[in-house]
């Protein structure tokens, strides 16, 4: 069976860091391209970051330059960096696992960025 663990989420200052992890099992990571999203309340799901086969990646706007999406295949977990953390960064994050027309996901953490 196909899972997704996610830690690492938490209560975090503007300026922070936190590093969320998403660990795998039943599969291997290498076979899917990977991906974070997040949903703060009363919004859509919106990407944050994806990890294409291959070693592609790609950020959404408001992220860019301050989180990084990275994967350790050996131990088949997905990371998000987060940096210069924001209040409107406060979300549910979620990783997923992704082929063409299939998509599996975590079941999400919570960022919370407050002084």
């Known amino acids: 069976q196909v899972q997704l663990v996610q830690s690492g989420g938490g209560l975090v200052q503007p300026g922070g860091s936190l590093r969320l992890s998403c660990v795998l099992s039943?599969?291997?990571?290498?076979?899917?391209?990977l991906g974070w999203y997040r949903q703060a309340p009363g919004n859509q799901r919106e990407l944050v970051a994806r990890f294409i086969r291959g070693g592609t990646t790609s950020y959404g706007d408001s992220v860019k330059g301050r989180f990084t999406i990275s994967a350790d295949n050996a131990k088949n977990t997905v990371y998000l960096q987060m940096n210069s953390l924001k209040p409107e960064d406060t979300g549910v994050y979620y990783c997923?696992?992704?082929?063409?027309?299939?998509?599996?996901w975590g079941r999400g953490t919570q960022v919370t960025v407050t002084s």
């Open positions: 039943g599969s291997a990571l290498w076979d899917y391209d």
């Open positions: 997923s696992i992704e082929r063409t027309a299939w998509q599996k």
